[in-house]
């Protein structure tokens, strides 16, 4: 009877494929998009002349890579730990900079300026933790809950590092075995993501701008056996 309990309880912790570390890499499209708090110019010739700012968003493809370890801490929970990278950094997008009552020379002659800096994400990752419900044996619902950091770099070359928080919703299926060389599982997944970026303070002006970034992400995963 007591070998018949443990087998029972054996079994019961044993109904994810998911319990085990990963590695994976997904594709998908990201939407960036920017917001501007306006300020005064210190700097120049129009030093002390409010100004506004606007940029449109970057849309870009993304290439991630990750790799993680999942442990099943009770049969209808399992909590994953795991660092990501995009290796494809974001297209560019220039502000449009307006200073009111411009008169000055230069760039503000007409009053607005584009094109005056040009903003790039690069270099982004983040570490997250990652909730999930185990479907039976190959399937899991997650949840993403990460911070994520990246260079932003502007149009004269200089870059901030940006950080904020990150979350997301996702679902893994296992979809074959694998076993030659190596043993262990290929997956495919699916998963969309929302980060907030802190806000950087501009040079030449008493404002800042901050930025998000939504993406949608699908792939391959393989678990290590």
């Known amino acids: ?19 085990d570390s990963f590695s994976q890499m997904g594709v998908g ?20 002349v409010p100004y506004t700012a606007s940029a449109p968003n970057s849309n870009s493809l993304t290439l991630s890579a990750s790799t993680g370890y999942s442990f099943l801490l009770h049969p209808n929970f399992l909590l994953g730990f795991g660092a990501e990278y995009n290796l494809i950094d974001s297209k560019s997008s220039s502000y449009t900079i307006t200073a009111s009552d411009a008169s000055g020379g230069g760039q503000f002659k007409q009053g607005s300026a584009t094109n005056w800096v040009s903003a790039i994400k690069g270099q982004d990752y ?20 990460g911070y994520a950091s990246t260079k932003m770099y502007s149009g004269d070359g200089d870059y901030d590092m940006v950080r904020g928080p990150l979350v ?46 939504a993406n949608v992400r699908v792939g391959l995963g393989f678990l290590w056996k």
Do not use: C
């Open 126 to 145: 983040n570490v997250y933790v990652a909730p999930g419900y185990p479907i039976g044996l190959d399937k899991l619902v997650f949840v993403k809950l």
């Open 168 to 213: 997301g919703l996702g679902y893994k299926q296992v979809i074959a075995d694998f076993d030659w060389i190596i043993k262990g599982y290929i997956y495919g997944y699916g998963e969309a993501n929302y980060i907030k970026y802190g806000n950087v303070y501009a040079s030449g002006g008493t404002g800042s701008y901050a930025a998000s970034a």
């Open 29 to 48: 499209y990201e939407v960036l998009k920017y917001s501007f708090t306006g300020g005064t110019i210190t700097e120049g010739q129009l030093q002390g």
């Open 1 to 19: 009877m007591l070998l018949a309990v443990s087998g029972l309880s054996i079994a019961a912790h044993a109904q994810s494929r998911f319990e």
